[in-house]
């Protein structure tokens, strides 16, 4: 089934038009990537897709599980059960791991009370336990009394995405996971990240990393200046030498 559709998007900040018929899909169960350099349009096709504005998408349709999302707001979309870790992992630094999660499921319960008293939201899948995130993620619970502020990039990285399956999430979209990370940590990362798809959560990352971001991926896109320029398998991104050299230097 296809979880994701976005139908010829085009997204502006002012009058900037920077996503121009950006089409392309994420089907349940994969890990799809989206790759590109720097400024191609990554993170706003990401920010487009979970209603975060700007940028203002003017033309196209957003499609989650078959229903319109294009003009929909934030807390709706994620109601829905698609959430956003944002490039600067938005962490509380002055509060511990364990009250991170905490508050996690505090505006998790909001946003259920907001949707389910609109009568719009049916909760399908509920996120996880504290003890399953702890499951997932060793380390931070080795680590529950720790300032979040003193953690790692890894670790900080874990704990937002760990947030995230908190929440009632269907589809993960991780933007720049491995951003500043060094390789071992990069390693961690990933197996996390393998880890709660093989739990069945559906994941969309957008990454510069392109070789990283490959080896993760089923399916990978690769966009260029707004546009997606490349549709295929990460073994046909790895094959393509002419794509990866034109369009992300690898
Ligand atoms: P990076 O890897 O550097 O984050 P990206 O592929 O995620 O790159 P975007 O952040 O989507 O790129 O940016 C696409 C274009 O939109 C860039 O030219 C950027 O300068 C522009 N842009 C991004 N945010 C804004 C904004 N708030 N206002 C105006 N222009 C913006």
Known sequence: MTLLELEDVDAF??????????????????????????????????RSVSGARPPAVRDGRIRFKGEDITAMDPEDI??????????ERRVFPNLTVAENLHLAEVSENR?????????????????????????????????????????????????????????NTDLLLLDEPYEGLAPQIIADVEDAIRRISESGTTILLVEQNAVAAMDIADRCYVIDQGSIVFEGTADALREDDETRDRYLGV
């Open 111 to 167: 946003s259920n009370t907001v949707g389910r008293s609109l009568g719009q939201v049916q909760v399908e899948h509920v996120g996880m336990t504290t003890d399953e995130v702890y499951d997932e993620f060793e380390r931070l619970r080795e680590r529950k009394s720790q300032k979040a502020g003193t953690l790692s990039g890894g670790e900080q990285q874990m704990l937002a995405i760990a947030r995230a399956l908190k929440q």
């Open 13 to 46: 900040y002012g009058e900037s038009h920077i996503l121009r018929d950006v089409t392309m899909s994420v089907e349940e169960g994969e890990v799809c990537s989206l790759l590109g350099r720097n400024g191609a349009g990554k993170t706003t096709t990401l």
């Open 78 to 87: 994620s109601a829905r059960g698609l959430s956003l870790v944002p490039e």
